[in-house]
């Protein structure tokens, strides 16, 4: 006579047939103790019925694959108990997602390690001046915008004032009224350009005027 009787009811889980309803898996602490509030949130969204352990065979587990049987109890039980004594069809689907829950572990393991390391790093002294890598990123980074506003400053003084006179004027001195407001100055046929839409502002091409605020301008930015 054939036993049907399925082993999750004869370790007491009540009677199948037994669904699959996800996975919840222990938190640790990383080595730092960085994560603390992470861990105690996971601890506080625990399902009650995962107790550190398997409802059918009593061994500890961590990741903890969450049973329902026929009156809606849940159960969690070890991902190997899942493997040798389901027989209603819920083993597959269990151990996919055990799969993808184990895939996710490894890759928050090796981005806390990452993050560990990196924080190691910058706070590792690098130098002579007994700066921390932290420390001489903080002051590069301070001077890369210094030299930056050095140089934004030193081309608003050369070429600063044409700038109204371009804004005032179509796309292409628009674009270069900002391309001088960002630091960059203008070159080959721009200057030209920009030479002209400024001493056209006191007359037109080839006036009298025109030239000497052209010449004008041209003497100071050379």
């Known amino acids: 006579m054939t036993n049907n009787v399925h082993p999750f009811e004869m370790s007491g889980l009540g009677l199948a047939p037994f669904r699959f309803v996800g996975i919840w898996t222990q938190p640790t602490i990383d080595e730092g103790g960085n994560n603390i509030e992470a861990y105690n949130l996971d601890m506080k969204h625990k399902p009650e019925c995962c107790q550190f352990m398997c409802a059918h065979c009593g061994t500890a587990i961590i990741v903890h694959c969450i049973i329902e049987n026929s009156a809606g109890k849940r159960y969690a039980v070890?991902?190997?108990?899942?493997?040798?004594?389901?027989?209603?069809?819920?083993?597959?689907?269990?151990?996919?997602?055990?799969?993808?829950?184990e895939g996710d572990m490894r890759r928050e393991k090796r981005e806390a390690k990452r993050v560990r390391d990196h924080e190691n790093w910058l706070s590792t002294?690098?130098?002579?001046?007994g700066e921390t890598n932290r420390e001489r990123q903080t002051r590069e980074y301070a001077e890369e915008q210094q030299a930056k506003k050095n140089l934004e400053d030193k081309v608003i003084e050369k070429w600063g004032f044409l700038?109204?006179?371009?804004?005032?004027?179509?796309?292409?001195?628009?674009?270069?009224?900002?391309?001088?407001?960002?630091?960059?100055?203008?070159?080959?046929?721009g200057v030209d350009i920009a030479l002209e839409i400024y001493a056209k502002q006191f007359g037109r091409r080839g006036s009298k005027a025109f030239n000497e605020a052209f010449d004008s301008a041209e003497a100071k930015i050379n």
């Not at 700038?163 to 046929?189: H, K, Q, V, Y």
């Open 78 to 101: 070890g991902q190997d108990c899942i493997r040798k004594n389901d027989s209603e069809g819920c083993a597959d689907e269990a151990l996919i997602a055990v799969k993808q829950r």
């Open 125 to 129: 002294v690098c130098n002579d001046q």
């Open 163 to 189: 700038i109204d006179a371009l804004r005032n004027s179509g796309d292409f001195g628009r674009t270069l009224a900002t391309t001088i407001e960002n630091g960059g100055e203008p070159i080959g046929r």
